[in-house]
């Protein structure tokens, strides 16, 4: 019976993605993020039924987890993981709390693990996110996204992602073209795809993440509509889109809004997503230098996302 290393790291918010990057690197057993914020919020929107699960009080950590296969390259992996959240506090200063904590688990509790931190979940007015495992019956409008989170990442939980669906649901329209940079577990293009989008080509730099989005969208049956492909960025997306999603980081948002204004379609729209809101100001000067225009900021739960569209 195979044997899991749970490896788990309690940083700031600003960190949380770049932990989960590190993570997803090691091709490792998919990624919880435990954002105390977001769990206050879905109590507090009644998305979930939490049962006897009590407010939380300290908001300031964010318990990113991993599961790593307990076999000869462990210690490279536990090694490789310290070295490279040493590189992001380097960058962004310490963002740490505490040590990495490990914990030993057989195969059937690592995929039980899992259960107990995703279920149905509804975002927005018509989709939902279903985990394999659970049965729904959805009404007349709503469109279900079935997700396995065993075996990805981006569950559409968090913070980021949430904004993104939601704003999803105003902007695409029916046979729209959109791209997604940076699509992970190709959550955001299936959403797109089942509210009506014609074609989605959704793009990662991670081989991993290219291969999790590839078994998603077919596990929900879009492989006609969404085109999934290892690229930098930008890199593949031929023609102009209705709509450009980049669900990342600030940095990497900057440095992509001078090629956004000649992707885009006249009408078209960018969704700039994964910004920690102590950024947005800087994402907001970048986007007027390069001839974009503000629409909405959204927020939620210290992130925002930005609905940007070319300059008149």
């Known amino acids: 019976m195979k044997q899991w290393v749970e490896v788990k790291v309690q940083v700031t918010h600003e960190a949380v993605e770049a932990v989960a990057d590190i993570f997803n690197s090691l091709r490792a057993g998919g990624v919880v993020i435990d954002d ?14 939490f049962c006897d699960i ?11 987890t991993t599961y790593l296969p307990d076999d000869e390259e462990l210690t490279k992996h536990i090694t490789e993981v310290e070295e490279k959240i040493a590189e992001v506090e380097n960058r962004i ?21 899992w259960k107990q931190f995703f279920h149905t979940t509804k975002v927005g007015d018509r989709l939902v996110i279903k985990p394999t ?3 729904y019956s959805p009404s007349a409008k709503e469109k279900v996204i079935v997700i396995d989170p065993g075996m990805a990442f981006g569950t559409g939980t968090h913070h980021t992602t949430n904004m993104c669906m939601k704003k999803l649901e105003q902007i695409v329209t029916p046979g729209a073209t959109v791209f997604d940079i940076g699509c992970g577990s190709g959550i955001l293009s299936i959403a797109a795809a089942l509210l009506g989008a014609g074609t989605c080509k959704a793009v990662d730099i991670d081989l991993t993440a290219v291969k999790v989005a590839k078994e998603n969208v077919a596990l929900n049956g879009l492989s006609d509509k969404i085109s999934v492909q290892h690229g930098d960025l930008l890199c593949g997306t031929e023609g102009k889109a209705d709509v450009i999603i980049a669900n990342i980081i600030a940095d990497v948002i900057i440095m992509l809004l001078s090629d956004i204004p000649k992707k885009l379609k006249d ?6 997503s994964g910004i920690i809101d102590t950024r947005v100001d800087e994402v907001v000067q970048a986007a007027a230098k390069n001839g974009m225009k503000i629409v909405k900021i959204d927020m939620q739960g210290g992130w925002a996302a930005i609905t940007m569209c070319r300059e008149e």
Do not use: M, Y
């Not at 939380?56 to 964010?62: D, I, L």
């Not at 009408?267 to 700039?272: E, H, K, M, P, T």
């Open 93 to 113: 200063g310490h963002c740490r709390f505490g040590v990495t904590k490990f914990r030993k688990l057989k195969e059937e509790d690592w995929a039980n693990e």
């Open 36 to 49: 105390p914020l977001l769990l206050n919020h879905l109590r507090d929107s009644n998305i979930w039924e």
């Open 54 to 64: 009590p407010r939380q009080e300290n908001t300031e950590s964010v318990a990113v």
């Open 133 to 135: 495992w659970e049965e």
């Open 267 to 272: 009408d078209g729209v960018f969704l700039a």
